[in-house]
């Protein structure tokens, strides 16, 4: 039984982290440079396309989509839509 779980948990974390790092990796690249910010605040899904001096940005499709929705005026805006979108 404790197998199970011990496999439930791994197969769990596998997901949740790169989607999180990956977060935080686009959240680091607005912050560092105001080029990308102003893109990411106006066309998040290009931004995310795009990448950031020169490394890609790791999302699923699905994560990509529910990205491309935000709307938001300000860095501050998009991180707090960004952390309220549905995993």
């Known amino acids: 039984m404790s197998n199970y779980f011990r496999a439930f948990d791994t197969q769990f974390q596998d997901c949740a982290v790169p989607r999180e790092r990956e977060f935080s990796r686009i959240l680091s690249a607005a912050v560092v440079n105001a080029n990308f910010c102003k893109l990411l605040l106006s066309?998040?899904?290009?931004?995310?396309?795009?990448?950031?001096?020169?490394?890609?940005?790791?999302?699923?499709?699905?994560?990509?989509?529910?990205?491309?929705?935000?709307?938001?005026?300000?860095?501050?805006?998009?991180?707090?839509?960004?952390?309220?979108l549905p995993a």
């Not at 990448?51 to 890609?56: N, T, V, Y």
């Not at 699905?62 to 805006?77: P, V």
Request: glycine share 8%; no cysteine.
């Open 43 to 84: 066309d998040p899904e290009r931004a995310i396309r795009n990448g950031f001096a020169g490394e890609d940005f790791h999302l699923a499709i699905e994560e990509t989509k529910k990205l491309a929705l935000i709307r938001a005026g300000s860095l501050a805006d998009f991180a707090v839509q960004l952390n309220n």
